[in-house]
């Protein structure tokens, strides 16, 4: 079955430096999350999508910004990095903001 | 938001039952409960969850206490692909936007 694609899977980035990462839903999914997983945390909510709109927000710094497009994907976009963004960030996706399903993850470094 | 309380780490011997606690004494009325998963350098992975009443799948049982205030996550023959951290999460906003907390690192012993 078709998974939840993240790009790109690695990323390597200096401090003050902008980053977009893309998830891609699973097909038909309509839901879209993104989280922030640092070394040795706990995955930490940061923002969701629902048809293209903003569903719901956690704990996402104002650098940070993402929005869903017509065809679903999604795009996290971060500027002014800061070594303390050195994360994995997941995506998941939903039909109808039911059962989230994650992605493989995008492991962001900062310099 | 809700709080869930579970043990940091569980070991469990290869082939036998495990049995993953969680408490949730501030659970609300229409809180769901979610289990996931997370594997070492993976994303997390959906187990199981339940409102009321227990709940089977292929993965695993989910048994719900009568108060709802603690459920059990319950792997009926662990195996060594079991070794991950389980999360048990309420989700307070109907939309599935999980708060994970502090899990607990279930190890399996060969």
């Known amino acids: 079955a078709a998974g939840v694609i993240q790009s790109p899977r690695h990323l390597i980035k200096e401090k003050r430096e902008t980053a977009t990462l893309k998830c891609y839903p699973i097909p038909r999914h309509d839901t879209v999350y993104w989280y922030q997983q640092g070394p040795g945390q706990d995955p930490q909510f940061l923002i969701s999508f629902y048809e293209k709109m903003q569903s719901d927000k956690g704990s996402i710094p104002d650098r940070f910004s993402a929005q869903q497009f017509s065809d679903y994907h999604s795009e996290l976009n971060m500027s002014s990095l800061e070594l303390g963004d050195s994360a994995m960030y997941f995506c998941a996706s939903s039909l109808e903001r039911s059962i989230p399903f994650f992605g493989p993850g995008t492991r962001l470094t900062v310099l | 938001d809700a709080k869930t309380t579970q043990p940091n780490s569980m070991e469990s011997n290869e082939e036998e039952p495990v049995h993953l606690p969680c408490n949730h004494s501030t659970i609300s009325g229409t809180d769901y409960i979610h289990w996931y998963r997370q594997l070492p350098s993976q994303g997390p992975e959906y187990v199981i969850h339940?409102?009321?009443s227990n709940v089977n799948n292929r993965m695993a049982s989910l048994a719900i206490a009568e108060d709802r205030k603690s459920s059990t996550l319950i792997l009926h023959r662990a195996t060594l692909r079991d070794a991950a951290v389980y999360y048990c999460i309420l989700d307070q906003t109907g939309a599935n936007n999980l708060f994970f907390g502090t899990g607990t690192r279930l190890t399996v012993i060969p």
């Open positions: 339940g409102l009321t």
